[in-house]
C-alpha cells in the first residue's frame, strides 16, 4: 500500500520569512495530494492541492510543487505570518483513500 | 459546522464499555471515512465507506465496528476489544468521482476513566 513520509517534524521559522515541507511517497499510481492546515484541538483544513497531472499550484503565498519521477512534492509558505503557525499534514490517494504524512508543526516567531 | 457533524465533542468510556461516535454529513458525499490522531502523529485510517451497505477495513481496525445504512450517516463504534481507545477521532467525507478532497468533522476526543 501507499506510505507517505513527511520532514521536517517541527520547524520554527522568522515571521516574514519563508517555510518549506517536503514528503515523499511510495505508489506511483497516486494522483492527487491534498495538503490540511490543523489548529490545536481544530480539525483538519484543506489549504491547497495538487493533481498529477500538474507540477506547480499557487494560491496567493502558498505554493505547491510536484515531481512525479521523484514521488515527492513540497510545500511552500511564504511571507510567513504569526496565524500560520499550526501542525501541517501532507497526504496522497489514488482511490479516493487518503494516506497521510506524519505532520509537521511549524512555529512562525514573531 | 461544514457540512458534516460529530457528536459528541468529548465522550468518556468505562474499562469494557463499547461506545459510539456519531458522524452525519449533508454534502451528498458518496464516501465516508474514520481516523484516529494520537497526539504528535498523523492521521491513520480505520474504516471507510465508499457506498451505501458497504465499508472497509483501514490500517488500524481491530477493535472497531462501522454501519453504513444511510448515505449521510457512518457512525463509529469503539469495542471493549481495542485496548488502547484514547484518541482523537476524526470522520471525514468526500465526493467519489474526482473532487478529492476530504471534509472533515470537528473531531470526538474519547478517553478511557
Known amino acids: 500500500g501507499e506510505n507517505v513520509e513527511q520532514h521536517p517534524s517541527t520547524l520554527s521559522v522568522q515571521e516574514g520569512d519563508s517555510a518549506v515541507i517536503k514528503c515523499t511517497y511510495s505508489?506511483?499510481?497516486?494522483?492527487?495530494f491534498p495538503w490540511y492546515k490543523q489548529e490545536l484541538g481544530k480539525r483538519p483544513q484543506l489549504i491547497i492541492d495538487i493533481r498529477s497531472n500538474v507540477g506547480e499550484k499557487k494560491d496567493q503565498r502558498i505554493a505547491v510543487t510536484l515531481n512525479k519521477t521523484a514521488k515527492h512534492f513540497s510545500l511552500h509558505i511564504t511571507e510567513t505570518q504569526p496565524e500560520d503557525s499550526a501542525v501541517y499534514f501532507c497526504a496522497a490517494s489514488k482511490d479516493q483513500k487518503l494516506v497521510f504524512g506524519q505532520g509537521t508543526r511549524l512555529t512562525i516567531n514573531p | 459546522d461544514g457540512g458534516i457533524t460529530q457528536s459528541p465533542k468529548y465522550l468518556f468510556r468505562k474499562e469494557g464499555q463499547n461506545v459510539t461516535l456519531s458522524c452525519e454529513q449533508n454534502?451528498?458525499?458518496?464516501?465516508m471515512y474514520w481516523y484516529r490522531q494520537d497526539p504528535g502523529q498523523g492521521l491513520r485510517l480505520i474504516y471507510y465507506s465508499q457506498i451505501v451497505n458497504d465499508f472497509q477495513k483501514g490500517d488500524i481496525a481491530e477493535g472497531y465496528s462501522v454501519s453504513r445504512e444511510k448515505k449521510e450517516s457512518f457512525p463509529l463504534t469503539v469495542t471493549s476489544a481495542q485496548k488502547n481507545p484514547t484518541a482523537f477521532y476524526l470522520c471525514?467525507?468526500?465526493?467519489?468521482?474526482?473532487?478529492?478532497?476530504?471534509?472533515f468533522g470537528s473531531g470526538t476526543r474519547l478517553t478511557v476513566v
Open positions: 471525514a467525507s468526500s465526493a467519489l468521482r474526482g473532487q478529492g478532497g476530504y471534509t
Open positions: 505508489d506511483s499510481a497516486s494522483n492527487y
Open positions: 454534502l451528498n458525499h458518496d464516501a
